[in-house]
């Protein structure tokens, strides 16, 4: 058996971490051209408190919603609804085709789906005895 050439090399390596997102993206932007990603933050308050918000990015003609939080109080009033019109809103402002968001079983798949958005994807078992939905929402004009 030959030793392997390599050396793997595990945990925060700021440099190495450098290296592999510049090569990624210059490899993506010879196949697409740019794709520039913009970061994307809207946040409700009553009063000067925050009440919920959401924020991502946006990229590849997709806007990427990471988080989107409502205090207890505040679900079930419209105000998810007119977050995610917000940021549709945005999306298209950014001239993106969608949008993507993913959400757990114990979170709020229904919710996202009464507002238009379909599963496109399960992982089960994603916490243990849950799942993960990969969700996305398609623009028009």
């Known amino acids: 058996m030959t030793e392997s050439p ?3 090399r595990q945990g925060a390596d700021e440099a190495a971490m450098q290296v592999v997102r510049q090569g990624l993206e210059a490899f993506n932007a010879e196949q697409i051209g740019d794709y520039a990603y913009a ?3 809207l946040y409700a308050r009553r ?3 925050v009440v919920g918000g959401m924020f991502g990015h946006s990229g590849m003609g997709w806007l990427y919603i990471d988080y989107l939080w409502l ?4 679900r079930g ?3 998810g609804k007119h977050l995610l019109q917000a940021a549709e809103g945005e999306a298209r402002k950014r001239g993106c085709v969608g949008v993507f968001l993913y959400t757990y079983s114990f979170q709020a798949p ?4 009464k507002q238009g958005f379909q599963i496109m994807g399960v992982l089960e078992e994603c916490p243990p005895g849950h799942q993960r939905y990969y ?3 398609a623009l028009k004009g």
């Open 6 to 8: 390599y050396s793997l």
């Open 39 to 41: 970061d994307f933050q």
């Open 47 to 49: 009063g000067d408190q």
């Open 71 to 74: 205090d207890g109080h505040e």
């Open 77 to 79: 009033q419209g105000l």
């Open 110 to 113: 229904d919710f996202y789906q």
């Open 135 to 137: 969700l996305k929402k």
